[in-house]
């Protein structure tokens, strides 16, 4: 039974099936709206967030570009703020803000500097349809179920991340990914039933005190994610790198307190084992996720067996982050509802 402490993160985390899915089925609802927008051919797509949407238009770039075949960048919102030059392509097509609360002011800045540049399309990804970017931005998607009391981000990031994913395979013409989506839900309980045991397990394992969060492709932004998850919450020492760039100085710290998480993809699926099967021979204890657990070389396996392809079952790869990293927050006495220094929404002053 859960605590008082932490009950809004366990709940939020635990009810995402049911987010996922009516997210969807809100999809359904909005896509006649955005049909005209979704059909037309970008040159280029930007991404944009603050902290955990940051890293969801990283995931989002990668998806859109993997799927449609056109350039996709996904770039934070203070950057595109603050140094546009910098960041947007000479002909952006269309920009995503994504943003939980829809009121972050970064993201809003952004926003307004990128309507002095340029007149391509704006859409909105958000939680809260009364929202200053919901009701600021002429297109907007609005997840369903996804809403949170936590400061940290865990259903409201991955269904605004299944949201992305559904509008993509739309944008894609790829009809099928949109319905193999609707696997999901079904894919979570299996998974969060099975595995939160070696969630909370990994997590009280209090000598392990390093954690190493690795993920490439389309996978790269979500690695990212469970990585703030952990720090976030647990206030423990977190990175997260590609997967092959571990080896280029990263690795110098592993060690027998480090645990390396492996979020695997299928293209570099052999070379991500190498990462892992060094990592071992370096004292790290291995967890990898796949949907698979055949040929992984890791001391525990998450097997999703969703049966789905790499680019539809990414959300799959959170959740039991996710109970990593409150369980980790609650073994250390805190409390993962109201990280420290943390604020749900961040509104700059002036």
Request: with cysteine.
């Amino acid at each position: 039974m859960v605590s008082e402490r932490g009950a809004y993160t366990y709940q939020e985390i635990m009810s995402q099936g049911k987010a996922w899915e009516q997210t969807l089925s809100a999809f359904d609802q909005q896509r006649a709206h955005l049909a005209e927008l979704l059909s037309q051919p970008r040159e280029a797509v930007v991404f944009t967030g603050c902290g955990s949407t940051y890293y969801l238009s990283l995931a989002a770039a990668a998806l859109w570009q993997s799927l449609t075949g056109r350039f996709a960048s996904g770039v934070p919102a203070s950057e595109l703020w603050l140094f546009p030059a910098a960041v947007l392509t000479a002909k952006p097509s269309l920009l995503v803000a994504v943003s939980r609360s829809g009121e972050t002011s970064e993201t809003l800045r952004a926003l307004q500097v990128f309507r002095q540049r340029s007149a391509a399309d704006i859409l909105g990804v958000t939680v809260y349809a009364e929202s200053q970017l919901a009701q600021s931005t002429p297109h907007v998607l609005v997840t369903a179920g996804a809403e949170e009391h936590s400061v940290a981000q865990t259903r409201s990031f991955s269904s605004m991340y299944v949201l992305i994913q559904a509008m993509t395979a739309v944008a894609a013409g790829n009809l099928p990914v949109l319905e193999h989506l609707r696997q999901l839900p079904d894919c979570f309980e299996r998974l969060v039933r099975a595995y939160a045991p070696l969630a909370k397990s990994l997590a009280d394992d209090l000598n392990r005190q390093h954690f190493v969060f690795l993920g490439s492709g389309a996978y790269y932004g979500l690695a990212l994610e469970a990585m703030l998850k952990m720090k976030e919450m647990s206030l423990s020492a977190a990175e997260a790198f590609h997967f092959l760039e571990y080896r280029h100085g990263p690795k110098s710290l592993v060690n027998e307190h480090s645990l390396v998480v492996g979020l695997i993809s299928d293209a570099s699926r052999l070379e991500e084992i190498k990462v892992l099967r060094e990592m071992r021979s370096l004292g790290a204890r291995v967890l990898a996720l796949d949907d698979s657990r055949q040929g992984l070389e890791a001391d525990d396996a998450v097997e999703l067996a969703s049966g789905l392809a790499y680019l539809e079952r990414g959300a799959l790869m959170l959740p039991v982050l996710q109970l990593m990293a409150y369980y980790r927050s609650m073994a250390n006495g805190l409390n993962p509802d109201m990280p420290t220094n943390l604020d749900a929404v961040v509104r700059l002053n002036g």
